[in-house]
């Protein structure tokens, strides 16, 4: 895994600004999953959470028993973001996943002269069907992979690629320290109407810690994307257990970049998560300035 890293590391990684909006399956750049956009994306270093799918596979190897979440997400001009996700831990073999990723928007007027009256509507969407596998290689370290099928449809005209992402963890026995490498979107170019552009290729660097016996949690996360600056992501977390085995987590982040392209708010993000036995609720706020607010909603079960 890590000479795989090794040998896609593309010498533009370190992208400037002529690369920006030059790479295809763009929905794959949003982040998946209510929690970990709360805690502004920064989670590629985190352990043992079915959200680890979409952000480093390795973290799958620290599940202690199966885990589902559903998200439903609501984009901007009616355009629908949902997620799928299931995480089921096999024992001394490993931990197998599956995820389902989806932005869809329907209704959008169909024209093939200047006029104002519409010919029709049409519709829009994106897929991205994930399996994925991690295990626990030593004590110390965990390592995953995804598999991706990518699929694109604009009304009638049909893009479809393979993909792949790698993460490997390094936790300490001794330290609640974790850091996490991993690389998303490998694969081919995906093509619509005989014209090809590259996944969005990204590197991921990740750092977390847990203190007071995991009541905080804290993430630093460092992407080196193909098509974009540097982007740092922190995130933070505080989880109150209170009677009746119910459980509240308050949790914000803040990324570069989205503040210096859309001003206001963007950047910034929070949410909250209630946990009661097994089941699990999880809300985000992601706003993006001029585009305006987007919000996550997502449903978790743990047994």
């Known amino acids: 895994m890590i000479l795989l890293v090794i040998l896609s590391f593309p010498a533009k990684i370190f992208a400037d600004r002529s690369n920006i909006g030059t ?25 043992g959470d079915v959200n680890n799918i979409f952000y480093n596979p390795a973290g799958l190897a620290g599940l202690t028993g199966v885990e589902f979440m559903a998200q439903y997400g609501l984009w901007f001009q009616s355009i629908g973001y949902n997620v799928l996700g299931l995480g089921y831990p096999v024992e001394k073999i ?5 995820g389902i990723i989806n932005l869809n928007i329907n209704n959008i007027d169909r024209r093939t002269a200047d006029t104002l009256a ?19 290689i030593s004590k110390r370290i965990a390592g995953g992979l995804n598999v991706k099928w990518i699929s694109q449809k604009i009304d009638t005209d049909l893009a479809q690629g393979l993909g792949a ?21 490998l694969g081919n170019e995906i093509k619509f109407n005989e014209v090809s ?35 740092t992501c922190i ?8 009677k009746n085995e119910i459980g509240i987590s308050i949790r914000s982040g803040y990324r570069t970049i989205a503040s210096e392209q859309l001003g206001g708010l963007s950047g910034l993000s929070a949410g909250l998560g209630i946990i009661w036995r097994y089941f699990g609720f999880d809300f985000a706020w992601v706003p993006y ?15």
Do not use: H
């Open 94 to 98: 490993g931990t197998f996943g599956v």
């Open 289 to 303: 300035g001029e585009l305006g607010d987007t919000f996550r909603y997502c449903l978790r079960g743990k047994f």
């Open 23 to 47: 790479s295809g399956a763009a929905f794959l750049k949003i982040g998946a999953g209510a929690r970990p956009a709360a805690l502004g994306e920064a989670f590629g270093s985190l352990v």
């Open 235 to 242: 995130g933070a977390e505080y989880n109150l257990s209170l």
């Open 118 to 136: 519409a010919d029709g509507t049409f519709a829009a969407g994106d897929f991205a069907y994930i399996l994925s596998y991690s295990r626990q």
């Open 165 to 185: 992402d790698a993460g490997i963890l390094w936790q300490p026995l001794t330290s609640p320290l974790t850091l996490g490498l991993a690389v998303q979107n």
């Open 197 to 231: 552009d590259p996944l969005p290729l990204n590197y991921k660097f990740g750092f977390g810690y847990k203190i007071f016996n995991d009541k905080i949690v804290l993430g630093l996360d460092f992407n080196l994307a193909r098509d974009n600056d540097l982007r």
